[in-house]
């Protein structure tokens, strides 16, 4: 019955009602579909379906609320961005709407058509006004991680607050240098639009509260990936996805106490799949909720997703920033040492995404690697081919998608996915 | 009937010997058709067409014996690398094949489908065995200008010796610092490579050698926008083809040769289209040979092209490096801050690029602009908006083309640009 006030609260946002009110409604068969559907989900997924299901409606209320209490929203499309400074100046990091096909037509008016769907996408539910995290936002962060997002942040800036960090494409010493800069610039206008000043003691506790955020999400990466598996490919990308939504203790601690559940069902040595599901690994572009198309299809096809190799899985996870820093400047350093881990496909080489990707493989024993790659995405086509190397002298099958939001290659994807998992199984 | 010995010296690059004939033939008729077909040339393009016409023979000759002398081969695709510092080194440095459809299939197995003409193009004529300078070259140097060319570096480095420079995406100065540090560290791996250090003297040579080239450039882009113009568009894109691949010293004497006899048919008031003859600017994509194609078509709709935005154009002559510098750091400095005025889309944001289009547009007095992009071109695709938005503020119509290098889309191309041209006569 709270359905009122959002509306009233949406109005405020100057979102497009009609338009919103379609999408939420798409989005909740959505997920009525690919979610309700599953059977013998764990009882702590019931807090993240009920996240999702206020994702523009409480998680709103609560920023609009942050904000009337004088604290500012800051939104990304990246993991380069640093929470934890974001955090030391009491601010709110926010990922956007950017899984949807929505407002296509006129972000294909300021961006080309060949695209990549995810850059489309959060230009389009900008243009079309109705993501109210965007409109909520009192500063939008992009990055120079690949030409699309770099040149469409220009298209955006017109249309929103920005400021763009440049993040380096070599991983030298000089790169470094630059991305400490950039860290640097970052704070400093954080600070400016805050008013405040990051300090040791709230720079520390940020780096903590994210740190237990991604050892949370470790210890999750390590349960999923029992055998059999006890958790759906899909649940651990709604938890991954959600992870840039909500608030990171309240979220950090539901994800420990489904880690609870998760490993009493792994004592009972009860799985999500009957024995002998071809395990498989996604690995590639990351999905944004709602993009869950492919891992729909790869559990309607007789495989389970054990493990996830995206900005939306273990890139964001793997590692932690390190904590025995005492000034801001030695956390400083810690934090860029940190991100410049990140094996993001803007890097060249990026050879540790290949050992990486290997070890995942190895630790989460899977039969198989599906790359997803979104169509135009240019970074992510050209690593598919060394991974497609990498996965062949490793002796793991590898199969090779692109793909964007729409639903019409579903069948086609459904027909090559099958036919995949009969392969390995 | 120095056939033979061409033969002899592209099997000993170990070249595909058939399918570079059947290049060849292609290449002469191609050229045939579009240059050799024009009337009223000026007497100074002989040594043009005759370099072209030489292109696989004497000029890979040259190279070939200035190995045998000790000197080093470096090849390039992209303005961002100084060749002043090659020269300093007593190298070479040439510009390598990449305006054509060739192994494109065998390109396509190790970078995605959805990438460029001109770098699938590289890669093909690699694989294909069919271009004598990427056979000739010591050491190829590639650079981070984009996604599509830093990630088929990495493919393209597995087959040949490369050094990749890093171009930073912003113009600050901290990205001014970058840049030095990445052209000290081609200035080491010259240096390693040739056994030989940069001096003063040498460096200073370098810059002179090339700012002249620049210089006479500049005075023909100067010349050639007349009223009514005195030379086809397509024949100053094929010299500024050429000045990546000659010897700079003989090419920057034979250019201003050509521009002595534009100068004289100026004063004679002669053109070499008739009056009235609506004038245009290419701006965008670099055109490397024989990618002819538009400029070709341009000018049999009843135009012509009177100035050129892109590599092989204004953007590489359009800034000189300082000369007053007398020490080596001095000298590097004054490379470094010509090189990062490059108005490549490449940067963000590149509103040089947009001020300079405008300038170009009124000293060279266009009655239209046509934005020509290589499909899945992302920087250029983009900035493509940004172009048109400027232009209309500017009353200068455009036409936006984004096309490749095959020859399925003539007719469609031709028809565009036809209703542009009658529109804005």
Redesign the interface.
Same mark, same amino acid.
């Given at each position: 019955m709270t359905e009122p006030s959002y509306r009233e609260m949406w109005e405020n946002l100057n979102l497009d009602i009609e338009a919103h009110d379609g999408l939420l409604e798409v989005l909740g068969k959505f997920y009525g579909d690919i979610y309700m559907s599953q059977q013998g989900r764990l009882q702590g997924m019931e807090y993240l379906d009920f996240v999702l299901s206020e994702v523009h409606g409480l998680r709103v209320k609560e920023l609009i609320d942050a904000k009337n209490a004088g604290r500012k929203i800051i939104g990304s499309f990246c993991v380069f961005v640093p929470e934890e400074i974001t955090l030391a100046l009491d601010a709110i990091q926010v990922g956007l709407c950017a899984g949807a096909d929505a407002g296509t037509e006129a972000a294909e008016t &300021?961006?080309?058509r060949?695209?990549c769907a995810l850059i489309k996408s959060f230009i389009g539910f900008k243009m079309a006004r109705i993501c109210p995290y965007t409109e909520s936002c009192d500063l939008i962060i992009g990055e120079?991680t690949?030409?699309?997002k770099?040149?469409?942040?220009?298209?955006f800036g017109e249309m929103a607050p920005m400021h &763009?960090m440049?993040v380096?494409?070599?991983k030298e010493a000089?790169?470094r240098?630059?991305w400490k800069?950039?860290v640097l610039r970052f704070k400093d206008k954080l600070e400016k639009l805050t008013g405040k000043k990051v300090s040791a003691a709230a720079l520390k506790k940020g780096i903590k509260t994210v740190n237990d955020k991604r050892r949370a999400l470790q210890r999750l990466n390590v349960l999923r990936a029992a055998d059999p598996t006890p958790i759906s490919g899909r649940d651990v990308l709604l938890i991954n996805q959600i992870s840039f939504y909500d608030d990171p203790v309240r979220f950090t601690q539901s994800i420990n106490t489904l880690c609870d559940q998760i490993e009493e069902r792994i004592d009972r040595n009860e799985g999500i799949a009957p024995a002998k599901t071809p395990r498989l690994m996604l690995a590639g572009c990351p999905m944004a909720v709602p993009n869950w198309k492919l891992p729909y299809i790869i559990e309607s096809s007789g495989a389970v997703v054990v493990s996830e190799e995206s900005c939306i899985g273990t890139r964001n996870t793997r590692d932690l920033v390190d904590e025995s820093g005492e000034t801001v400047d030695e956390m400083i350093d810690a934090i860029c040492d940190r991100y410049m881990k990140i094996d993001c496909?803007?890097f060249?080489?990026n050879n540790e995404r290949m050992e990486n990707i290997k070890k995942l493989a190895e630790e989460t024993k899977v039969d198989g690697v599906i790359h997803y790659s979104l169509?135009?995405c240019?970074?992510y086509?050209?690593?598919?081919?060394?991974v497609e190397k990498t996965l062949t002298q490793a002796q793991v099958p590898m199969l090779s998608i692109?793909t964007d939001y729409s639903m019409e290659d579903v069948e086609q994807l459904k027909t090559r996915v099958e036919a995949f998992v009969e392969m390995i199984s």
């Amino acid at each position: 019955m709270t359905e009122p006030s959002y509306r009233e609260m949406w109005e405020n946002l100057n979102l497009d009602i009609e338009a919103h009110d379609g999408l939420l409604e798409v989005l909740g068969k959505f997920y009525g579909d690919i979610y309700m559907s599953q059977q013998g989900r764990l009882q702590g997924m019931e807090y993240l379906d009920f996240v999702l299901s206020e994702v523009h409606g409480l998680r709103v209320k609560e920023l609009i609320d942050a904000k009337n209490a004088g604290r500012k929203i800051i939104g990304s499309f990246c993991v380069f961005v640093p929470e934890e400074i974001t955090l030391a100046l009491d601010a709110i990091q926010v990922g956007l709407c950017a899984g949807a096909d929505a407002g296509t037509e006129a972000a294909e008016t &300021v961006v080309p058509r060949n695209t990549c769907a995810l850059i489309k996408s959060f230009i389009g539910f900008k243009m079309a006004r109705i993501c109210p995290y965007t409109e909520s936002c009192d500063l939008i962060i992009g990055e120079t991680t690949c030409d699309g997002k770099k040149k469409a942040y220009e298209a955006f800036g017109e249309m929103a607050p920005m400021h &763009v960090m440049e993040v380096p494409q070599r991983k030298e010493a000089d790169d470094r240098v630059l991305w400490k800069a950039e860290v640097l610039r970052f704070k400093d206008k954080l600070e400016k639009l805050t008013g405040k000043k990051v300090s040791a003691a709230a720079l520390k506790k940020g780096i903590k509260t994210v740190n237990d955020k991604r050892r949370a999400l470790q210890r999750l990466n390590v349960l999923r990936a029992a055998d059999p598996t006890p958790i759906s490919g899909r649940d651990v990308l709604l938890i991954n996805q959600i992870s840039f939504y909500d608030d990171p203790v309240r979220f950090t601690q539901s994800i420990n106490t489904l880690c609870d559940q998760i490993e009493e069902r792994i004592d009972r040595n009860e799985g999500i799949a009957p024995a002998k599901t071809p395990r498989l690994m996604l690995a590639g572009c990351p999905m944004a909720v709602p993009n869950w198309k492919l891992p729909y299809i790869i559990e309607s096809s007789g495989a389970v997703v054990v493990s996830e190799e995206s900005c939306i899985g273990t890139r964001n996870t793997r590692d932690l920033v390190d904590e025995s820093g005492e000034t801001v400047d030695e956390m400083i350093d810690a934090i860029c040492d940190r991100y410049m881990k990140i094996d993001c496909a803007c890097f060249t080489p990026n050879n540790e995404r290949m050992e990486n990707i290997k070890k995942l493989a190895e630790e989460t024993k899977v039969d198989g690697v599906i790359h997803y790659s979104l169509m135009f995405c240019q970074p992510y086509t050209h690593e598919a081919f060394k991974v497609e190397k990498t996965l062949t002298q490793a002796q793991v099958p590898m199969l090779s998608i692109e793909t964007d939001y729409s639903m019409e290659d579903v069948e086609q994807l459904k027909t090559r996915v099958e036919a995949f998992v009969e392969m390995i199984s």
